[in-house]
Every structure is written in structure tokens, then in C-alpha cells.
């Protein structure tokens, strides 16, 4: 796994659908809390720690020896991948697929509410979410979120086009306010902005080389 491999794993977008008139919309996100995470995709687990503050997010994570960095911004429309050892912070769009997965796009989506149970401490209602467009892509699964936005757990298939089968899950989690501080980048950052579209990403970001012999 290279050195964008947090990026990939970040890079699950929703695409929302019309919604149905007799689901029920998942809850806004106004808790503040931090948690453990653990993200499958495929089979292939990421493990992050999470700062959550109504919609601003950070998630830390460790990868091959390295730090990897999330900060996501809805209020701004943006989020940062960022790289702490080289200083490099990637900048992009809310809706660019490398971000992946937010609690504030999740909150758009409506379900069918399955019950209510427990988990990691919290009680939540379970809904099922069948949210597809007409060209086939979207999200078929089921959600697990507190009444104040707490997605405790989710899993289901990304469909359409690379569709992949996802489940996350939080846990350790602790409630109360989160310090600013971890929503804004770091002084000294130095933020590009690419079109992910170009398929170019930074060279902080990129798999190292191996070294062809003649």
C-alpha cells in the first residue's frame, strides 16, 4: 500500500438520489465527540481515530510508517489531505470521491427506520437506506445513528461504477466539545489544489518508486 492509500480508503463518495416521501431523513450531525473508527472496504481494514465537532471532522491514522491526516471542512465546502511529516496538504472539494464518506452528506439521505438498539454506549435507530439512481450507482445498506448525528456504524455496497462492499464502525466513544484547533491545518502547511479528475496527486502523496536495474 502506498502513501495515498488514506486517500483511497477515504475515497468513497454518496451520490444522493431522489428520496423516497414515506423514509425518514438520517439525523444532522450536532454531537461533538471523538471515537475510534475501523473502515472495511472489500474486506481491507483502516483503522483511524476520529474528532467530530456538528460536521467538522478529523481523522488520524497511521499508514506503512507514516501519518496520514483528514480534516473536513463542510462549513468551507473543502477538505484537506494532509501528510504532517512532509508538510504537504492536499485541498479538495467536499463532493471529490477522495473524501469520502461525511457525516453532513449522510445526514441527506433518507431511510426506513428498522428499530432501535444499542451500541458502543449509544442508543440508535437503525435505518435502511436504499438510496440509487436511475443509472444504477448510490448506496443499498443500513445505518446506525444516534438522534443528535452520531454514525455509530453503517454498512451496505457502493453501487454503479467501482461499485465496493463497505462497513464502518465507531467505537470508544467519548462526547464533549473538541478543540477548534484540530479543524484548522497546521501553520506551516503547504496546500496545493488539484483536479483530481487530471489524476495527478502530490509528490508527498505518491508510492515511492522501486528502482529498476538495467
Known amino acids: 500500500m502506498g502513501r495515498i492509500v488514506t486517500a483511497v480508503f477515504f475515497g468513497l463518495g454518496l451520490l444522493l438520489a431522489s428520496l423516497p416521501a414515506h423514509a425518514d431523513r438520517l439525523p444532522a450531525p450536532m454531537a461533538a465527540f471523538s471515537a475510534s473508527q475501523t473502515l472495511s472496504v472489500d474486506g481491507t481494514a483502516l483503522s483511524a481515530r476520529l474528532f467530530h465537532d456538528k460536521g467538522l471532522e478529523r481523522r488520524e491514522s497511521r499508514v506503512d510508517g507514516l501519518n496520514n491526516l483528514l480534516i473536513i471542512r463542510p462549513d468551507r465546502r473543502e477538505a484537506l489531505v494532509i501528510q504532517p511529516e512532509s508538510k504537504v496538504g492536499m485541498k479538495l472539494p467536499l463532493t471529490d470521491p477522495e473524501v469520502g464518506v461525511v457525516a453532513t452528506t449522510l445526514s441527506l439521505l433518507s431511510g426506513t427506520v428498522e428499530g432501535t438498539e444499542t451500541l458502543a454506549g449509544e442508543k440508535v435507530t437503525r435505518y435502511r437506506v436504499q438510496d440509487i439512481t436511475p443509472d444504477g450507482s448510490g448506496f443499498d445498506g443500513r445505518v446506525w445513528a444516534t438522534k443528535d448525528g452520531i454514525y455509530v456504524k453503517l454498512e451496505g455496497r457502493m453501487a454503479g461504477e467501482g461499485a465496493v462492499t463497505i462497513a464502518m464502525t465507531l467505537t470508544d466513544i ?41
Open 174 to 214: 467519548r462526547r464533549g466539545a473538541q478543540d477548534p484547533t484540530l479543524f484548522e491545518p497546521p501553520a506551516d502547511l503547504s496546500i496545493m489544489t488539484l483536479d483530481p479528475l487530471q489524476g495527478r496527486v502530490p509528490p508527498a502523496f505518491q508510492a515511492e518508486k522501486e528502482t529498476k536495474t538495467p
